[in-house]
């Protein structure tokens, strides 16, 4: 009776499949970008092709800790790109990724 239980787990586990900390990753992905201040970022970064942060909090009227953590974000999940120049750091939007998430979000929708 043991053995019989032990095989049905390992049968029930290998036809689940759940892997937690992607759908974790794959959510905290999902969130950077569904949060209407870093909309709001990324398409202040857009129209202007390159941004500091500065530029960025002075523009949207946010204190400098605000906008730096909601870019913090959004560099992680990799919908900003940096490039540093000097002391001043730009940021640009990483179209390619941000293509990539809308066709995996399409492809889920279907």
Do not use: C, P, W
């Not at 209407?36 to 800790?65: A, F, G, P, W």
């Amino acid at each position: 009776m043991t053995n019989e239980l032990s095989e049905l787990t390992v049968a029930t586990t290998s036809e689940l499949r759940i892997d937690v900390i992607q759908l974790k990753k794959a959510a905290l992905i999902l969130r950077a970008v569904n949060h209407k201040l870093r909309q709001q970022i990324m398409k202040l970064i857009h129209q202007s092709d390159k941004m500091t942060v500065t530029e960025i909090y002075v523009k949207l009227r946010l204190e400098q800790s605000v906008a730096s953590q909601h870019l913090a974000i959004l560099r992680k999940a990799g919908f900003v790109n940096t490039v540093r120049d000097g002391k001043f750091i730009y940021y640009s939007v990483n179209q390619a990724r941000l293509d990539q998430v809308h066709g995996i979000v399409h492809d889920l929708l279907k």
